[in-house]
């Protein structure tokens, strides 16, 4: 059963290890996929898209056959300005979505929450992973967290959805975001969190200007803590229509490809996408290269 797990995902014996429940994935040279699942009906990109169980599931088929390690069920938007949701009311929209995917398909289960009630039951569930926009900032959610195995992907953002574009200002960018990546990391191992299960997200477009993302962007190294690896949440966002002067979502897609190829170069090893297969692709073929001899 070891061996199996091991050969699953793609070795565990050295290097950047990412545990998350029952998975573990090696990162030294092989980028991981998060496909995006919002079952909302006021999401920036694909809110209600979904409309019945048969096309959610179907919709996860689609990302794990893409090549997706992980699917990340959201049930509140967190784009600007979005409103906030009752956990009872995420409960409702992701606790079926989870119960559906565990039962289906073999699969890692992130759920993106920033509310210990529904980390809680989504883990009672069988997620695997706690994808939060607040950076567990809650100590509700670090009790949580010290009492399950599951991975962490710490997020930075100031403020919240409904005010972070006003506070998209820094002294420097780089030097507070590592600051505060550094703070999480102290805080949450104390709390008994093994390292090993967490993941930095630097929060692109979560209260950041345009030059703020950039940055991040191109400086991935320089706010990295403790070895640990950093997701990119870069599908699809508004900052890309600014560069390539066009609102339109399908417009996105190739540009989201660049990016996600982009940071992989500059060491980012997990992806949060829409689009799994041509991220996957992108993914490969830069991996590829990189490992040449």
């Known amino acids: 059963m070891v ?5 699953r995902n793609h ?14 994935w090696s990162l030294d040279s092989r980028a991981l996929v998060m496909g995006i699942l919002n079952v909302t009906p006021d ?13 959610i599931l179907e919709a996860a088929h689609q990302m794990v056959e893409g090549g997706a390690e992980i699917i990340d069920v959201g049930g509140e938007s967190t784009r600007p300005g979005a409103s906030p949701v009752s956990a009872k009311d995420e409960l409702k929209r992701v606790i079926p979505v989870i119960e559906s ?9 992130s759920i993106d929450t920033y509310k210990a009630e ?59 975001l590592k600051a505060f990546f550094e703070e999480r990391f102290e805080r949450l191992t104390q709390s008994g969190i093994e390292a090993q299960r967490l993941v ?8 950041k200007t345009l030059e703020h993302n950039l940055s991040l962007i191109h400086d991935i190294s320089r706010y990295q803590v403790g070895n640990r690896p950093i997701l990119m949440g870069l ?13 339109e979502l399908s417009r996105r897609e190739a540009p989201t490809q660049a990016l996600t190829t982009f940071t992989r170069i500059k060491g980012a090893m997990v992806h949060r996408v829409h689009q799994v297969r041509e ?14 001899p």
């Open 3 to 7: 061996d199996q797990m091991k050969e």
């Open 11 to 24: 070795g565990t014996d050295h290097g950047i290890i990412w545990k998350a429940g029952r998975f573990q």
């Open 43 to 55: 999401s920036f990109s694909d809110g209600g898209r979904f409309d019945s169980s048969a096309a």
């Open 101 to 109: 995917i565990r039962q289906n398909i073999d699969v890692a289960i």
């Open 118 to 176: 529904v980390a809680a039951a989504a883990l009672d569930q069988g997620v695997d992973i706690i994808n939060d926009v607040s950076g567990f900032r809650d100590p509700a959610m670090i009790k949580l967290c010290s009492e399950s195995d599951c991975g962490l992907v710490v997020m930075h953002m100031k403020g919240t959805p409904q005010t972070m574009q006003k506070m998209a200002s820094y002294d420097h960018v780089l030097g507070e």
């Open 200 to 207: 930095f997200d630097p929060g692109i477009g979560f209260g």
């Open 235 to 247: 599908s699809r966002k508004s900052f890309i229509a600014s560069l390539i002067g066009d609102s």
């Open 279 to 292: 991220n996957h692709d992108a993914l490969r073929m830069v991996e590829a290269i990189l490992t040449a």
